[in-house]
């Protein structure tokens, strides 16, 4: 990010922290900053027409004549209630003009928005002296995008929960980008896709390396139709259109490239030929996903089932989102499709013999070609307690039967978690740090991958010798014994305590939401326990108090992601 990008980023950010004592959340003014971000791009965009031709005129709010004037030029010039009464009647215009209107962008960020900042002084400043000051489209557009990248970064630091859950690192995403090597002509899609972390940058990737040679047509379907994501929660849905707009991809008037939904609901109705996602972890309370048609007088408002026969694992049924969503992008890839996903390390060695975790790592093996897994360093997300892989994994097409042989040949597995000590601050990961990992296992001279070699780090593993036990267990991914008793140093008392109590974070969250699954209210249980303890110093609501529950990297409450 560059100078220009970093004061836009200041400037914004310390209006943000002054915002707080009005009781406006950091996830909240990223909403405010998109929606008034919006109405400025519409006003430039209408003062750029007056200098084309009639038939290139482009908008971005509604045309009809009592639209004439409305927007950026009925706020600017207003101060004190006027002008929160001016935005806010604006807002719900544009909220239920969107709701009845087609399926547009325009549709996607203002459909339900309202004014979060009631004191008419501060949205003033907001207005006129950060905002309006500021040109937002065409030559300043990637200053601009990634100034409100870095905003959406800063927010998930702030809040380390709800914001911070989402939030998957930027070098982390272009290093995987990079591995990937996405085209022009590819279909590339995110089912979970945050604030579209992912969607931009293999756009950006591809405008880098492609962008001068695209003929206008295949531009305009690369920003338009070929790349999409789905977000479940709305708000975060917003910040990802609007993230996309500021890095120039997408239409203000056109269909939306966010789809707002949850991806497991039904099977995929469009197959892309990349998949990058980094899905939330953990299980979902309420929601089972199964293989055989669910029972409608089963289901409630606090128990539904999804039917998707297309899943792996026969009429089995879990609750498990990492799992459910391995296996909806395997389905979403086209023959040949690729794919890389971040999962929790519980998604390779979970599970007993034939179980849910089982079925999916050994399909991962047999129907499609698991090549690689990149075995993340601890202490790079910012919830806390998360360890992590990378799965790279390839469609192949033709119909497998039980006594062919596997689809993946060898597993090369990388390991950048020992000997690696990252923090979110003062070492954060940076594209250095995963530099030999895509030398090793994705070298540019080696499209084929078929002239890899192994090192300390990179090792091959037998697809045969893992699908020969009675389960399959893909935590596998570890230097050579020989380097890492070399080079491991001995772990210091703090690191310990930190491994330990991440562990411990991690699992008390997954027993929380079992026992939530199961109806069972785990405060009432540990009142129980309380009363029958022979010391109040012993309580079960010591651990309790004492342990935060943890989250995914990128969760669901907020605005890559």
Not at 315 to 328: G, I, M, P, R, S
Request: charged share 25%.
């Amino acid at each position: 990010m560059n100078q220009e990008a970093r004061r836009l980023v200041d400037r914004l950010w310390n209006y943000c922290n002054v915002l707080r004592d009005d009781g406006v959340s950091a996830s909240s003014y990223l909403e405010q900053l998109s929606l008034l971000v919006f109405l400025k791009m519409a006003d430039e965009t209408e003062k750029l027409n007056a200098h084309r031709p009639v038939g290139d005129h482009e908008h971005m709010l509604p045309t009809a004549p009592e639209w004439k004037g409305r927007g950026w030029p009925e706020l600017i010039d207003l101060e004190g209630d006027p002008l929160e009464e001016a935005y806010s009647k604006l807002l719900a215009d544009l909220g239920r003009r969107s709701a009845e209107d087609d399926h547009t962008t325009l549709s996607l960020i203002f459909n339900r928005a309202r004014n979060h900042i009631e004191n008419p002084t501060h949205l003033r400043r907001l207005i006129a002296d950060l905002i309006n000051k500021e040109k937002w489209r065409d030559s300043r557009s990637d200053i601009n995008g990634a100034a409100y990248e870095a905003l959406i970064a800063r927010s998930a630091s702030d809040t380390k929960a709800g914001a911070g859950q989402y939030f998957t690192p930027r070098p982390l995403i272009e290093s995987i980008v990079r591995c990937m090597r996405p085209t022009p002509y590819d279909t590339i899609t995110d089912p979970a896709c945050g604030t579209g972390g992912f969607l931009i940058s293999a756009y950006e990737y591809i405008i880098r390396e492609y962008g001068d040679d695209l003929p206008d047509d295949d531009l305009h379907r690369l920003r338009t139709k070929a790349i999409w994501g789905h977000e479940i929660v709305p708000a975060t849905a917003r910040l990802a259109a609007m993230n996309c707009l500021l890095h120039s991809l997408g239409d203000p008037t056109g269909e939306p490239i966010i789809e707002v939904g949850d991806a497991l609901a039904r099977p995929p109705q469009r197959h892309a030929s990349l998949v990058l996602a980094n899905p939330p972890f953990g299980r979902r309370s309420g929601i089972n996903v199964s293989g055989k048609e669910a029972d409608a007088e089963a289901d409630d408002r606090d128990n539904v089932t999804y039917n998707r026969p297309d899943f792996w694992v026969g009429e089995q049924t879990t609750t498990n989102k990492q799992l459910n969503f391995l296996q909806h992008i395997g389905t979403q890839l086209t023959d040949r499709g690729r794919a890389a996903v971040i999962v929790p390390d519980g998604v390779l060695y979970e599970g007993g013999p034939g179980s849910v975790g089982d079925l999916v790592r050994r399909e991962l093996l047999t129907g499609y070609n698991l090549h690689t897994m990149l075995r993340l360093p601890e202490n790079i997300f910012y919830a806390g307690g998360v360890k992590a892989h990378v799965l790279f994994f390839e469609a192949v097409p033709g119909h497998r039967v039980d006594d062919d042989p596997p689809h993946t040949t060898d597993l090369w597995t990388y390991d950048l978690r020992t000997d690696s000590r990252f923090t979110l601050k003062k070492n954060p990961m940076k594209p250095e740090h995963l530099a030999d990992f895509e030398k090793q296992a994705f070298a540019p001279s080696d499209l084929d991958r078929r002239h890899r070699k192994e090192s300390d780090r990179f090792r091959r593993h037998r697809a045969a010798d893992l699908l020969a036990g009675k389960q399959v267990n893909l935590d596998i991914a570890r230097l050579s014994p020989e380097a890492s008793a070399a080079k491991e140093p001995p772990a210091s008392i703090d690191s310990l305590t930190r491994s330990v109590a991440g562990d411990l974070r991690s699992a008390l969250a997954e027993i929380e939401a079992f026992a939530k699954d199961l109806g069972v209210d785990l405060a009432t249980v540990s009142e129980r326990v309380e009363a029958c303890s022979p010391s109040p110093s012993v309580g079960a609501t010591g651990m309790q108090d004492g342990a935060a529950t943890t989250s995914s990297p990128r969760g669901r409450d907020g605005i890559d992601t």
